[in-house]
């Protein structure tokens, strides 16, 4: 682990902790993106925001967390991409579209009701990304924010800037408990995004640095990473070729970086 990867690391820890300390959250959060009291008032802090209310696109994490902004999204007419846990699939991002839903929203956006109902898209039939609602454990005030380790959020963001639909208009939103947002710096990666705004229970915040990765970071990513994700793996064999994979040592960080 190295030191990026450790201060990351002291921080989540230190948050889990404060959250189930105070009552923040329910017990047996830590290591999640955590659950926590008031996360339907940052729904509805969200939902007030002009940004919210112009935005045709949002796309959501399938944490818990989350639950209340996808089911607003959908309450409010507003097309949903919501992530396939660990990005599962070759397409990796339900779509939910409240035009044709044969079930309430608050089935439609929970992880559950989206794999039964929800049609399954790749980048390639999706819409620009008007708002990206993300999960987090930390963040501050900056922007800069950590999830619970897996990258997965990182990954799909990526994803989207290199298809072209997370571009500079995207706004990037966070919302969490007031304990989740820390003083400290926070050490971030090249694969690393910030957040544009974070929403609490009981404020927004406009972060003054805004952050986002030239896409996917390859060099980043280990050949393990990119096998268990389809869409990876796929993306990989269209850039590089038949001949080329990144489980062979032919694929040199130069070739990478193109």
């Not at 944490?63 to 991409?81: S, T």
């Not at 939103?173 to 009981?202: G, K, S």
Request: hydrophobic share 40%; glycine share 8%.
């Amino acid at each position: 682990m190295g030191n990026i990867d450790q201060a990351k690391a002291a921080v989540r820890d230190q948050v889990w902790r404060l959250l189930e300390r105070e009552g923040a959250a329910p017990g047996g959060s830590y290591g999640k993106i955590p659950g926590f009291r008031g996360v339907e008032a940052t729904a509805e802090r969200l939902g007030e925001l002009d940004l919210w209310k112009q935005a045709r696109t949002i796309k959501a994490n399938p944490d818990w967390a989350q639950l209340p902004a996808r089911v607003r999204a959908l309450q409010d007419g507003k097309l949903l991409y919501m992530a396939v846990p660990r990005m599962a699939t070759l397409q990796p991002f339900y779509l939910l579209d409240p035009a044709s839903l044969t079930v309430p929203p608050e089935q439609a956006a929970e992880k559950k009701g989206a794999a039964q109902i929800a049609r399954r898209v790749g980048v390639e039939d999706m819409r620009p990304i008007d708002i990206v609602v993300c999960g987090s454990v930390a963040v501050n005030r900056s922007g800069a924010r950590i999830g619970k380790g897996a990258g997965y959020s990182d990954l799909e963001v990526a994803l989207l800037i290199e298809a072209g639909l997370v571009t500079d208009e995207t706004v990037i939103v966070a919302p969490v408990h007031q304990l989740q947002v820390v003083d400290e710096e926070i050490p971030v990666a090249e694969h690393d995004f910030n957040v544009d705004l974070i929403v609490t229970p009981d404020e927004v915040i406009r972060c003054s640095r805004r952050r986002r990765p030239r896409g996917l970071i390859w060099e980043d990513l280990s050949a393990e990473k990119v096998a268990e994700i389809p869409a990876l793996a796929d993306h990989t064999s269209k850039r590089f070729g038949n001949r080329h994979s990144l489980d062979s040592e032919s694929v040199s960080k130069r070739e990478l970086r193109q």
